[in-house]
């Protein structure tokens, strides 16, 4: 064996500070977006922010609250800084982002991995390295689908033994019973390192993304209102989804007459065009999404929850020519203000279940049949998650499982039949 040179060519991604901050901008809702756009304007001389003088319902106090610069570092501004020193294979690019934008609030993926390979035309393979790079971010447990696996990886990242990882797979009730005998025989360790095992796995983080967390508002502020006009449903957004940027043009032309300065306000006043182009890109995006939706959401807007349709992120992204993570990015966080109420943009994305037309209704759909089917039973003998089943099928053409109907009842706060008898 001997050393060598050799050179390879790899095509990898690298993402800039500016495309980080495109796709950052995208995941903002209105408020986000304002306090993004402050905090830019107190690093560049030549930008103010313009806002609306329209007002949020809730009044002046309520959103001047909203404009608040915040200077917090949130969990994902955290993850796509990380995002921008990685070098991540181009092929993955896309699949990376799109897992780090189906995480939730507490660090965890959203979504299975076969619903992320689905939505992004990717193999399971690819979709499990792209998950792996995931969760090799800080904090230690990021990308984790379970309570074991958020421990597990942050018990791999410190290097412990590996029966700890062995012990909150198999026996995770043991830690929380402080069941030192049993772990002590299971794992043939001493009673010191059983009670180490317990006491490390205790300190790991169950919920990563909260130790980034900022104080949640009590309110919410819609990020677009959709109503009807003139027998059409229409969408506008806030003015907080519409800010401009107006660029100081006689403080640019004055750097010509100062060559110190010159340098300095060329690369701002770049800077400031590029913002402007990517708030109008946002806009534009955001305003062909939310028409979209409600373009395919009409009946629910019309007759109610049980009217609402399947839809899928790739659906939208297909009808109006973007990629799905920009859907996926788009609507996360954000409101729409209905005539039906406050409703997040995410629950209009549903997958399906066929009925017996071949057509797909939606989970919601069910759930409110399931809900009025329940409410018109006999009290004395309520019917069974065996019956609901049936009776959907019969009445509905819906093909429910049993196991879905004790599913869609829990989420629904319906107690099982045992516990909704009542004695005559």
Not at 215 to 221: A, K, P, T
Request: net charge negative.
């Amino acid at each position: 064996m001997k050393h060598q040179l050799s050179q390879e060519q790899r095509l990898t991604w690298r993402m800039t500070q500016r495309l980080s901050q495109a796709i950052e901008m995208l995941a903002y809702n209105g408020q986000d977006l304002i306090r993004f756009l402050q905090d830019q304007a107190e690093v560049n001389p030549l930008i103010e922010v313009s806002v609306s003088s329209a007002l949020p319902k809730g009044g002046q106090s309520e959103a001047s609250q909203t404009v608040q610069s915040s200077k917090e570092k949130s969990f994902r501004d955290h993850l796509q800084e990380q995002l921008v020193e990685s070098r991540i294979p181009s092929s993955l690019r896309q699949l990376v982002q799109y897992g780090v934008d189906s995480l939730d609030d507490h660090g965890y993926l959203d979504i299975t991995i076969e619903e992320w390979s689905e939505v992004c035309g990717a193999s399971l393979a690819e979709t499990e390295e792209a998950l792996s790079y995931i969760q090799s971010l800080h904090p230690a447990g990021v990308g984790a689908r379970s309570l074991q696996e958020c421990i597990a990886i942050q018990l791999k990242r410190a290097e412990h033994p590996m029966y700890m990882t062995q012990l909150v797979y198999d026996h995770i009730n043991w830690v929380a019973e402080q069941d030192i005998e049993s772990i002590q025989e299971e794992y043939n360790i001493t009673p010191e390192d059983a009670k180490l095992a317990i006491d490390t796995i205790q300190t790991c983080h169950p919920r990563p993304g909260l130790q980034y967390s900022s104080v949640q508002e009590d309110y919410i502020v819609p990020d677009a209102e959709v109503f009807k006009k003139n027998g059409d449903w229409v969408v506008k957004l806030s003015p907080w989804n519409a800010p401009k940027i107006v660029v100081d043009e006689d403080m640019y032309a004055l750097s010509h007459q100062h060559q110190e300065a010159s340098a300095y306000l060329e690369e701002k006043y770049q800077h400031a065009i590029w913002l402007q182009m990517a708030i109008e890109q946002r806009k534009q995006n955001m305003k062909a999404i939310m028409e979209e939706i409600v373009k395919r959401q009409v009946p629910f807007f019309e007759e109610g929850a049980h009217q609402k349709q399947s839809l899928r992120m790739r659906e939208v992204a297909e009808a109006i020519g973007v990629h799905v993570s920009t859907i996926s990015r788009a609507v996360r966080h954000k409101y729409v203000q209905s005539p039906r109420g406050m409703i997040p943009l995410k629950d209009f994305f549903q997958q399906g279940l066929k009925t017996r037309n071949g057509q797909e209704t939606s989970a919601e759909a069910i759930k409110h049949l399931l809900k009025e089917t329940i409410l018109t039973e006999n009290k004395q003998k309520p019917y069974s998650d065996q019956k609901l089943s049936q009776l959907l099928h019969d009445q509905f053409g819906i093909y429910i499982s049993r196991r879905t109907v004790a599913k869609y009842r829990e989420a629904l706060y319906i107690p099982s039949s045992t516990k909704r008898r009542k004695r005559g």
